[in-house]
């Protein structure tokens, strides 16, 4: 194993998965996302450099983000830093992940709920 980095695994009916895997997703994800995010703010600050700020008020205007499907509909606000409570179910057949579901909100306004309650 390198140094610094960890693998966690699940066991789900005798497969391994490994936690790569989402991290491979996410690795795709994120930096064209953060691109937006810049590309806002710097639109935001007609083209000065832009704050830490700047950038946070960037992503918060991240609207309909799909990324060519490879992630849900993004949409980022003060109030919602995930992106809108998608999920997608896959499950393991065969040694494989086999998608089962397209995407879906996972009840948003029951987390809202525990979250405000567990304030």
Known sequence: MESGRQQATVVI????????VVLFRRSKSV????????????NATDGRPPTGEDVKKGFESIHNFTLGGLVPPLEISAADHEGGGWVQIFQVKGGKFVKE???????????????????
């Open 13 to 20: 009916d005798g497969h391994t998965i490994s936690r790569w």
């Open 31 to 42: 930096p064209p996302i953060t691109k937006v995010a810049i590309r806002n703010a710097l």
């Open 101 to 119: 579901t397209d995407w879906f909100r996972a009840y948003p306004e029951v987390l809202a709920q525990l979250l405000k309650a567990s304030e």
